[in-house]
């Protein structure tokens, strides 16, 4: 009978441990997600008349985005989200590449592994002034190109032509360490036996990659691409301390940021909010699908 009462008693103290533990995420859910997410619906179909502060359904916020992709400021910035996207997932092989290759113990491997998890390491306020520095007329890359042909650079993040390419080369500098952390933890969960047997068989760098190494790590791939198409209308650079939206480098995500700090009316970038998820959830959920039927679920 003690025993059975010790039993239930340590039952329920589990119970509540659990209890606990997933109430952190699912109040976090209901705060932060469909809290912010049902105050967007709301004021994205919402028209206010300034005069009486009174409310009313309408689609007007649609309609000026509507008009502002029409005047080239929505598009301007769509296309510019649209280049950094595409260049994080031009990132995903190459970051994926370059895992394997550490992971076969190239010379020099360490050195490598640092140069390119550091960026990830510092604060991006420090990354974003080194690379500025970096890229001064007076700074080394100005001063090599003048060594080289005898030219001096102008400022590459104040001219329209230059900053937008600008930002995404700091992106492509510093956006491997996350990707590169996630590709070397699945290598090594690899066993020897299955790379010894590949090689025992004839299997040279590129049959190992294709056929051993790319469908035991494509969990961790997948999941990666997914991630990256779900940032298809968000994904952006660090605007604020590089350009703050000049140079025509604003993207979606900045426009988003601009109008909440300096608007009245939280409806429009709300609106561009919903339209953005309206286009974006079925493109992840089929990505995902198609993702799913690359390799075969592995476990090892």
């Known amino acids: ?45 919402t028209s206010i008349d300034l005069t009486s502060g009174t409310t009313s359904f309408s689609l007007d916020h649609f309609k000026t985005l509507g008009n502002l992709f029409k005047t080239g400021e929505i598009r301007m910035a769509l296309v510019n989200t649209l280049l950094t996207w595409a260049l994080n997932m031009f990132l995903v092989p190459w970051a994926l590449f370059l895992s394997y290759f550490l992971y076969k113990k190239i010379p020099l491997g360490g050195m490598w592994k640092t140069l390119l998890f550091l960026p990830s390491i510092l604060p991006a306020i420090a990354m974003t002034s080194i690379f500025r520095y ?52 699945a290598m090594a969960k690899i066993p020897k036996g299955m790379l010894e047997a590949a090689n025992l068989d004839g299997a040279g760098l590129g049959s190992e990659f294709f056929k051993v190494v790319l469908p035991l790590c494509w969990p961790t791939t997948s999941m990666i691409l997914i991630l990256n198409i779900s940032t298809l209308f968000t994904a952006s650079g660090p605007l604020l301390l590089l350009t703050k939206g000049m140079g025509e480098t604003r993207t979606l995500s900045y426009w988003i940021f601009e109008h909440v700090q ?4 939280l409806g429009l970038p709300a609106a561009l909010g919903i339209a953005c998820t309206l286009v974006l959830f079925p493109i992840v959920m089929i990505a995902k699908w198609l993702l799913n039927k690359v390799y075969a679920d592995v476990e090892f």
């Open 262 to 265: 300096g608007s009245t009316t």
């Open 1 to 45: 009978m003690q025993m059975k009462k010790h039993y239930l008693n340590e039952k329920r103290r589990s119970n509540i441990f659990v209890f606990l533990m997933l109430l952190i995420p699912v109040v976090h859910f209901i705060i932060f997600w469909f809290g912010v997410n049902f105050n967007s619906l709301r004021l994205a179909f």
């Open 134 to 185: 970096m890229i001064e007329p007076d700074g080394p890359v100005g001063q090599l190109i003048h060594a080289l042909t005898g030219e001096d650079i102008s400022n590459l993040l104040a001219f329209n032509t230059t900053a937008k390419w600008t930002v995404l080369a700091y992106i492509f500098w510093t956006n491997f360490g996350g990707q590169f952390i996630l590709f070397s933890g």
